[in-house]
């Protein structure tokens, strides 16, 4: 069942053509790959095996979708994401600057934008369209928060990262993988913005993590009395 869904989430994955999230894949698959390197080092044919079947059936997916050109576009001055998202976020850190303390408030970026434009922005990508989030995770909080906010969301986001980290090294199977999920989460969202329709079940799972780590270990075995000896009861 894992099998199944991993390669259907892989087709997913690929077929969207969402850069951001293959680089979050890439994160999160070196943590794992750090966290277990002696484990992997044990079974090294098994796991070459299985990561090589991994990016070949990537790289034949991409190749046949047409999401594979989107790779080359990164390196494309004027393009869409790569370059040009660093001077989406020298725009926003503009924005930053004449708003601090209280921020844009929420849908209020697109209004103050043009206090962060700069003529190279508007000479190689003109006025149409114009960004209306920063595309950035921390730059989107930061401009629409202030500085404060993006202090209170950072200490949390270095809560959760702690958790993580503690979930792919010693947390059941099941729960590893909601660490790595997050950890990938996360760090795709480094090159977008949080989502409405996405951030509450992200810090659900987040949540469910959190409250696993932190409960005391469930025995798994139990002594029972002898034969002839009585149990008290509580009273």
Do not use: K
């Not at 594979?68 to 850190?93: C, H, I, K, M, T």
């Not at 006025?127 to 202030?146: E, K, N, Q, Y």
């Amino acid at each position: 069942a894992a099998a199944v869904c991993a390669g259907l989430a892989g087709v997913a994955l690929v077929g969207s053509g969402a850069r951001a999230a293959w680089g979050g894949v890439v994160v999160a698959a070196a943590v794992v790959l750090f966290v277990h390197r002696a484990r992997l080092r044990a079974h090294a044919r098994r796991a070459a095996a299985v990561v090589g079947v991994a990016v070949v059936a990537a790289l034949a997916l991409g190749a046949a979708t047409g999401v594979a050109g989107r790779v080359p576009q990164l390196f494309q001055r004027g393009g869409a994401g790569g370059n040009s998202r660093l001077d989406e976020w020298s725009v926003a850190l503009g924005v930053l600057a004449h708003h601090p303390l209280t921020g844009a408030g929420p849908e209020g970026y697109r209004i103050a934008l043009p206090s962060g434009l700069d003529a190279h922005y508007v000479a190689t990508y003109g006025l149409s369209p114009l960004p209306d989030r920063a595309h950035d995770m921390l730059l989107d909080v930061a401009v629409t928060t202030g500085l404060p906010g993006l202090a209170t969301y950072g200490a949390l986001l270095a809560l959760m990262a702690v958790a993580a980290w503690r979930g792919v090294r010693r947390a059941p199977p099941w729960l590893a993988g909601v660490a790595v999920g997050l950890i990938a989460y996360g760090a795709q969202e480094l090159a977008l913005f949080p989502v409405a329709t996405l951030e509450p079940a992200a810090w659900l799972f987040a949540g469910v993590l959190l409250a696993h780590l932190r409960s005391p270990p469930t025995p798994t075995t139990a002594r029972q009395p002898g034969p002839g000896r009585a149990v008290d009861s509580p009273s």
